[in-house]
Structures are given as C-alpha cells and as structure tokens.
C-alpha cells in the first residue's frame, strides 16, 4: 500500500527530466526532437529507438510544460501522447551519460519504489481519456 498520494504530473515530470535530452541532441545532430511523438499520432505506435523515445519524452516535458503546449488542454492528444511515452519506456535504463542527477535521485527515492502504483495511475487516466475520446468519436 502506498503510504503517500502519489501525483500523475509529478511522476511524468520526474520521470521525462531524469534524461538529459539536450546532451543527447548535441550528440545526436540528426534527431528531430518531435518526429516520434507525431509519427505516434498519426499511427498510434511508438517507432524509435529507448533512446530517441526518452528524447522524445524529454523533449514534450520541455513543451507541455514551459513551451508552445503549454495551453495544451490535460486530456488532450499531446499529454495522452506523453502518458503513452511514460507507459512505453518509464523502465528504460538511462546511460550515465545521459543522466540528470537531481531528477534520477529524485525519482529512485520517491517513485522507483512506488513504480507499480505509478503505471497504474498514469495507466488509468490515460485509459479514461481514451474512453472519453472514443466515445465523443
């Protein structure tokens, strides 16, 4: 049982900033930091590498948060775009060199050891925002 509320926003943030995709850009000239994500909402399948998909995860953090989706609405197709993200690759190892500290501390004390109850939440209001989706369709 999960001795805390634990928080959907608050798990994505951490979770997306734990990579360092600015590091990864600068090493990766050739990524296009939003190609996955709209690949995905055109197809609704994630198709690139752990790593371009933890830059791509990065990289919508960095734009629902603080960029041009910042208006986006929170059931909308870009945050249901990152909760997909978060499902596909919240267990992918991230290479040191890729490493923020500050959120992997973060996120190995206080959501690793609550990561089940962390996938069922995101998990669940991702499914919820489907079900609505679909049936306004």
């Known amino acids: 049982m999960v001795d805390r509320q634990l928080n959907e926003h608050d798990i994505l943030v951490c979770c997306a900033l734990r990579f360092n995709g600015y590091g990864y850009q ?3 000239s050739s990524l296009v930091p939003h190609k996955a994500v709209s690949d995905f909402l055109n197809t609704g399948r994630w198709q690139a590498s752990d790593l371009e998909l933890l830059a791509s995860f990065f990289f ?7 960029w041009d989706l910042v208006r986006e609405p929170i059931n909308g197709e870009y945050w249901q775009a990152f909760r997909s993200l978060f499902l596909q ?3 992918a190892e991230i290479p ?3 490493q923020q500290q500050e959120y992997c501390q973060q996120w190995n004390r206080e959501f690793l050891p609550y990561r089940d109850e962390c996938v069922r939440l995101v ?3 991702y499914e ?4 609505t989706r ?4």
């Open 26 to 28: 600068s090493d990766h």
């Open 60 to 66: 919508l953090q960095r734009s629902l948060c603080k």
């Open 89 to 91: 690759i919240n267990g």
């Open 96 to 98: 040191e060199t890729y």
């Open 123 to 125: 998990r669940s209001v």
């Open 128 to 131: 919820r925002n489907q079900s």
């Open 134 to 137: 679909n049936a306004a369709l």
